[in-house]
């Protein structure tokens, strides 16, 4: 990919199963972003299967590939997941929870036979999963009078800029955001006579 601002994510949840010797793995990728998600979505997984011996785990946050961990939940060290790290990382995703949940089958299954069963369980989720390119968006925030709307409205339906909240009195506010490639977008806003810009960062 030639924008580093653009990356590869699942487009929604998807599931994974293998099964080795009477223990299941059960596998679930979802698109995240934050690491609040990440904690909802295993205390989620926890609640569900509270029978099971092990939820194990790994993601990859932001563009930039940065924020990463793997879990192994009690498995022997490594056994489960940097395995499932390593398939998100195969498959070249960022914002990515991959959680393999295992009901323990009565026969031990060794180190290597554990890293192939959480790495083929994420694998298959992986394989089911609908991978989209996104890109980072940055978000603005504009304060202008009422009688500035047409001319404001004008720019942010040309840009386009995706509205999140806005407010239309005598003093208005709107807040959005915007595919941070499209370079002419914050020029274009800037341009806006008497209209204040504030700019909120970048969301990945």
Known sequence: MTNSSTYRTILATSEGFYKEKGSKFLAYAVPCKTEEEVKKHLAVWRKEHFQAV?????FRLGSDKKVFRAS??????????PPILGQIQSFDLTNVLIGVVRY?????????????????????????ATIVEEEDHRIVELLFEYDQMPAVMAI???????????????????????PISNDRALAQLQDLKNVELIEHGIRT
């Not at 323990?104 to 694998?123: D, M, P, Q």
């Not at 942010?156 to 915007?178: N, T």
Request: with cysteine.
């Open 104 to 128: 323990y089958g009565g026969t031990n299954l060794g180190v290597s036979g554990l890293i192939t069963a959480y790495r083929t369980a994420a694998k298959e989720a992986l394989e089911q």
């Open 54 to 58: 092990h939820v194990c785990y790994a």
């Open 156 to 178: 942010v339906k040309a840009i386009p800029l995706h509205v999140e909240e806005q407010q239309f009195e005598l003093s208005c506010r709107l807040k959005g955001s915007y």
């Open 72 to 81: 192994d939940d009690g498995e022997p060290s490594n056994s489960a997941g």
